[in-house]
Nanobody, 120 residues
């Protein structure tokens, strides 16, 4: 299973970006999907997550600015980021809980990450 992120880049404060993460490979079903971020010298933190049925969860620091969504048919999760701030600068990583076969347990998979840089 591979997770491939796209959509990162450089943006000015107040701007917007939309991240995408597509899962491919041997996939029976995907449970939760989410976005994490890691800034230099800081621990990885959860930004937003979404269950297969659309229940979402957000870090307090991004509530009201970021929106997570997913397309189950495309095995893809999105993160719409609005009103970006310099403190949002980080590598954003996609995560998914995937069953590769009906009788196997869910396993966590991670993407390589995409850089988001917000200038002041």
């Amino acid at each position: 299973v591979q997770l491939v992120e796209s959509g990162g880049g450089l943006v000015q404060a107040g701007g917007s970006l939309r991240l995408s993460c597509a899962a491919s490979g041997t996939i029976f079903i995907i449970n939760g999907m989410g976005w994490y971020r890691q800034a230099p010298g800081k621990q990885r933190e959860l930004v937003a997550s979404i269950t297969r049925y659309g229940i979402t969860n957000y870090a307090d620091s991004v509530k009201g600015r970021f929106t997570v969504s997913r397309d189950n048919a495309k095995n893809t999760v999105y993160l719409q980021m609005n009103n970006l701030k310099p403190e949002d600068t980080a590598v954003y990583l996609c995560n998914a809980g995937v069953k590769t076969y009906v009788t196997l347990p869910y396993q966590d998979y991670w993407g390589q990450g995409t850089q988001v840089t917000v200038s002041s």
